[in-house]
């Protein structure tokens, strides 16, 4: 992720919640076979999660896709 991107993921609410949660993450990736998410800033600018598929790099390249939309592009 760029600068830009783990920026809006860091963002939180007044109360200290996370402004983009994982839930909301998790829906814009439905109905991809992708789950355990992850990013913290301990894991700097990368996404974690695992992806249940044979097209793996397929599946990978829809998740940036979506990723982008919400997020800005690179």
Known sequence: MTDAQQAKLDRKWPDGD???CYG???SLLEPLPVEDLYWSHHTGQFLYSTVHEDD?????????ERLEIKLGKV
Do not use: M, S
């Open 56 to 64: 793996i790099d397929g599946t990978v390249a829809e998740v940036i």
């Open 18 to 20: 996370p402004f983009i």
């Open 24 to 26: 909301r993450i998790e």
